[in-house]
């Protein structure tokens, strides 16, 4: 008696490429592309990172001193959100996570926007600018869905339009980013999702995730194109996301792009990370700051000096002071705000609930029972 | 004029909104080539096409997200659910998405987007084809419910819904798509989303129900009127936001109420309507309301079902303890 | 003995079911090394080991579907949800299968399983943070629902939720997690999962609450003690299965009912209560029952959350209305 | 100015095998696992799937006369159930979908206790025979998150068993698949999941549920092995599912084994395929029915005769028909019934509602408003 098994042949096959441009000390690793030969582009690149970070610092500061809600910094993932947000077209649609205020700035939300919008006013989210960006989304992954919707739109429309959908290292464990990244592979839809890995989503750590070598083969479920990019270098962010919106754009389908960075700060200024993570690994990865990467970059590519850092610093600073005074002088939002966006026009019966909530802010201003 | 069931009084209003309103898309599960199980979206898909009819993926958890997306970018998706039992796994977008979208914006965005699904027992079919949970939906802020009882309803509501700027979830009792026929006039006129109707006089006692259920209600008040007792009946419809004042002021009259529903009894929308008659009408009731509901259990599936869904005996019952209330 | 927040009367409960059986399991995001974000299980991982507290990947969605599989095969799976914002997802899972296999099967399979979830406002968190939707739970048939408001309470209830033979939701209000506290007793005994408890005895009204609410409401009684009217606080406790009938005795003896929540009033368990209320109460009831409660709009963001969520003033004011009500 | 791209390099490279032992005709491509040279195991094999393809047959007869509810055939596919069946142990755990009849007949489920489930009996599901085994479900794609539970039950009792969990093409779109496949893949749980790939999620074929050219690939976004299996061919089936539970009790981890087979029914009782599928696509997929496939085997390797056909068939219908006999003489189910298993104890406020039921039960027996 012979013994055999069944007969295999290869019906498919995958790679999975992984993109940077410079070393880890700012070094160029091969020809850049041309964007990267442009000075005025590279430092504003390097501003709106430094910008990014500043407007963290001062948020921290803010919520530390009871002035803020809670706040996810990005400290450490700048490249990231600063690479997609350059790469996009002022027309196309950013369909964020929560910790992309990179992104957001180069797109024209305002730092007082987001102030606003982490101090727990509404109006944050009522940014001009980039209009029909969506806003920050708090259920993780959440917003992959819209983000195929949005692609859809501008399909059906036949725009020559792209939406960029960011999701966390964590968010890639959700069905539903699984679902809609195959549902945009089904319609070839102008969509590139960018899997920002920071390598902890709270104090689950990355290989807890998935046994996934890459999240950017969570692509090849999809029949999608799938890659990683050295994230905490922008140059190749841009280039990346830019090709990838470019496929999008020209129907060639959807692009999962697996961003490689770190979380260099607290989850959110309600986490202690010290609690989960070793100090050696922050330290380790302090080494990879993109910050630092692209200010070597720059000192040796277009001989920026410590006069210009200086500058633009403070310019940063500025800029963050202002917003940060703006915010705090703001009016608070009226309590009848509550009602006035629930629907297009207010039910008759939700009426009686305003009144009630009228009458109990009149009581409380006469000082009574103010709960 | 046609005589039309109420399947086909959706149908009809989906394929007038669709053809003047091209931004008006229908999504769902087979509702393309198939025209839907029900055959809700039949000949839809031939007249206007796969980029207006769109065959999903089976991937509800995403539906109502896709919605959102469109319907941000000004599009009027319509989306179904196969059946109501499916339409957990798309609770998250609703209520965290398109029930807030405009709220969370400040109006910026907005999500005129309507959920449509085929709701409630009695179709002898497997487990999960016979959910009804209006009042889950109903405890949603930002979400509109409607539940049409009659194909005139089921159009005009439809409309309706389509041209609300805001999300509509719209539940068909499917146990009557059929059953139920009348003349529907296609005259692109919606029907108002926030009243019930009043659909039998009476001064005796108040019957208030929704969807199929309306069946067995009206069946009821028949045989009331056969004993001499006059029962009105209030279609819901609407049942969020719910018009009280047609049901209150019925009730002033009648002192007395009887509300029927499907649904599990413990925090359904009948709990609701007797919370407000309570709270309004607690001079002008001469019994306590009581509510004829589907029982806090699973749904049997179908050898029992008859006996969980409420049945014309319940509703006799209860209408005679409301009567004999000293 | 020794004096607790509510937390941890939370994670004293954990540990002491964890010790006494090693069936139980705890699961959710963040809830090993780090303990959870509210570190209500802080501790146990470094106890019991990974294979006792299991961080799951960010998936909603399939923790109650893993619970059910790990329930199935006799395991006490307590499942974390971070907050209840993020159980919608997880709701397909409960009302399909943990609250159905049980009657499936013919009780060949069951589900003992817990799924605990932080919820209610006022921390000042994020959206989505400030959930508070026990009706929904408590309108999907086999599910029982329990929300503690005190240490005490906390530890003996989520004893007896975890002893139970079939699901449970637990919802902790994370307003109180830390600012309540008392002695808790270590002693490993369950209280009742059907109980309301009367914290609070007083005649001339009675004040219906449970969760963070509780608060505002025993603030509430404080004032009118000092007006001279007594009230009867009872604390809710366990919302499914609801003992009506200590919430009925003591109306039936006051007369008059406030019920206050901090979920949106519309098919909110106010409604619930009252209804029974009126069921049953009709003769004895003085003035309208009153629901304070959380408006049917979207909760907002913290600037205004303190005026969504139910003070001291709103109740006062409808205990004056129900007090003075002729 | 030189131009140039981000740097490349390949960081992780996957492929898809397909499977299969006999060809269309039957014939052996090659040697034959051992247990195919066992002419008992051979006809043990054809029998279970001659017999669901009996069960379907009266199953749908009684539907089309109204005395049995909505009902999915498994006509083309009794391969991929009965293979799985077959290559399970006893005390391994099968989660089905809602067409495994060929796998549950095998493992002990009777003809009786489908009928009765499918005719609206839960006691249908309170089969004995593999009393661990999950009941048919429902909700598409629910199941998988259950047979992670079961798995990591059996994984903590370090128990040398595996879970066997069967998903429909379609089902391979839900998110919660995808997850359920990817915290399998995080704890290397003994599992297999079965992707039963019968081309048609009712009237939506399988390409235009996903963009991925096979639905094993779907395992790479796992972390998890991925394969192709004729699923018209039982000893490949037998052979493949075997080898995955292997993996699976050994703790080299889960796998996603596509079964390529095909719907030759409509997809349920409630279907009319015509509708939405071409006759000729029927009529070719009928030549590679896997019963005819393994009866050309037989024939030429056991030199089954038409007698043994003739035996086998009228056992298999004798055996049928008795169960439908039975079926259609049970006892209905108590209406109290939908109260017993509510809870372990019926909450005392649920026990108004019962009286409720009893008085109606009883007002219904004394003729009144029937309803
Ligand atoms: C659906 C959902 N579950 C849980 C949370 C709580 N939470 C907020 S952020 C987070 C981790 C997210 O990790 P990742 O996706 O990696 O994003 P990161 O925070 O690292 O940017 C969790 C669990 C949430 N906001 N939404
Ligand atoms: C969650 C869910 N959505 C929709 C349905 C209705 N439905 C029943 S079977 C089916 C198609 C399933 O396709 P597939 O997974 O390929 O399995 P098959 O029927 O082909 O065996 C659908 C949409 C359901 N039962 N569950
Ligand atoms: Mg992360
Ligand atoms: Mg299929």
Redesign the pocket.
């Known amino acids: 008696m012979t013994s055999g098994t069944p007969w295999g042949t290869e019906v498919a096959r995958f790679d999975v490429k992984r993109y940077g441009c410079l070393d880890a000390d700012g070094t160029a690793r091969g020809p850049l592309p041309d964007f990267a030969h442009d000075r005025d582009r590279l430092t504003a690149l390097y501003r709106a990172m430094l910008l990014t970070r500043v407007f963290d610092e001062k948020a921290v500061a803010l919520q530390r001193t009871g002035r803020l809600g809670t706040f996810?910094s990005s400290l450490g993932?700048e490249a990231v959100a600063v690479g997609l947000g350059a790469a996009m077209r002022p027309d196309d649609i950013l369909v964020p996570?929560?910790?992309e205020q990179g992104a957001q700035f180069w797109r024209g939300v305002r730092p007082l926007d987001l102030l606003l919008y982490w101090g727990g006013d509404e109006q944050g989210s009522n940014f001009g600018g980039p209009v029909e960006d969506f806003p920050i989304c708090?259920?993780?992954?959440?917003q992959a869905a819209h983000a195929a919707g949005v692609a859809l739109a501008l399909q059906l429309r036949g725009e020559q339009r792209a939406v960029v959908c960011v999701?966390?290292?964590?968010?890639?464990s959700?069905g539903d980013v699984n679902a809609a990244m195959n549902f945009a592979g089904v319609r070839r839809l102008p969509v590139v999702f960018v899997a920002?890995?920071?390598?902890?989503?709270?104090s689950?750590r990355?290989t807890a995730?998935t046994a996934a070598e890459t999240l950017a083969q969570k692509a090849v479920a999809a029949g999608i194109g799938g890659e990683q990019v050295d994230g905490n270098d922008v140059i190749a962010v841009v280039a990346r996301v830019e090709a990838a919106l470019e496929r999008a754009r020209s129907g060639t389908g959807p692009t999962l792009l697996e961003a490689l960075t770190y979380?260099l700060a607290d989850?959110?200024t309600a986490d202690d990370a010290s609690r989960y993570r070793a100090d050696g690994e922050l330290s380790a990865q302090w080494r990879l700051d993109p910050v630092a990467r692209l200010r070597a970059h720059l000192i040796s590519a277009i001989g920026w000096q410590s006069d210009d850092e200086q500058r633009l610093l403070s310019e940063c600073r500025d800029a963050i002071d202002a917003a940060a005074e703006t915010y705090l002088a703001a009016t608070p939002p009226e309590p009848t705000e509550m009602f006035d966006y629930l629907h297009a026009t207010l039910p008759e019966p939700v009426r009686h609930q305003l009144d009630d909530l009228l009458a109990n802010v009149a009581r409380n201003e006469r000082g009574h029972h103010d709960g | 004029m046609a005589e039309l069931c109420l399947v086909e009084a959706v149908r009809l209003a989906l394929e007038r909104a669709m053809a003047d309103d091209d931004r008006v898309l229908v999504l769902g599960e087979d509702v393309g080539r198939l025209g839907g199980v029900f055959r809700a979206t039949e000949g839809l898909h031939a007249r206007f096409g796969p980029d207006r009819v769109l065959d999903l993926p089976l991937s509800e958890s995403i539906f109502c997200g896709v919605g959102v997306g469109l319907a941000a970018q000004g599009f009027r998706p319509v989306v179904e659910y196969q059946f109501m039992g499916f339409l957990y796994a798309g609770l998250?977008q609703l209520a965290s998405h398109a029930a807030r979208l405009r709220n969370r914006t400040r109006g910026r965005l907005t999500c005129p987007m309507v959920v449509r699904a085929p709701y409630g027992g009695g179709v002898h079919a497997p487990e999960l084809h016979s959910e009804s949970y209006e009042a889950i939906l109903a405890h949603i802020p930002g979400l509109r419910v409607v539940i049409p009882s009659s194909p005139r309803r089921a159009y005009g509501l439809l409309l309706a819904a389509i041209a609300d700027p805001d999300p509509v979830v719209f539940l068909e009792p499917k146990r009557i798509y059929r059953s139920v026929t009348e003349e529907v006039v296609d005259d692109g006129r919606p029907l108002p989303l926030d009243r019930c109707e009043t659909i039998r006089a009476g001064d005796d006692l108040t019957l208030v129900s929704w969807g199929a259920s309306l069946q067995e209600t009206l069946v009821a008040a028949d045989e009331l009127a056969g004993d001499g007792i006059e029962a009105e009946v209030i279609d819901v419809a609407t049942i969020k936001p719910l018009d009280t004042a047609t049901i209150l002021a019925s009730v002033e009259r009648t002192g007395r109420c009887v509300i029927v529903h499907e649904a599990p009894r413990t925090a359904g929308m009948g709990a609701e309507i007797a919370a407000q008659l309570a709270d309004l009408g607690v001079t002008s009731l001469l019994a306590p309301v009581q509510r004829v509901t589907g029982y806090d259990t699973i749904p049997p599936l179908l050898r029992l079902e008859h006996l969980y869904l409420p049945d014309v005996g319940r509703i006799l019952a209860a209408a005679r303890r409301v009567r004999e209330f000293a």
Chains 1, 4 share one sequence.
Request: cysteine-free; proline content about 6%.
């Open positions: 996810p993932q996570s929560f910790r708090v259920p993780v992954g959440t999701v966390g290292d964590g968010a890639t959700r920002n890995n920071n390598q902890w989503a709270i689950v990355r995730q979380r989850h959110t | 998250e």
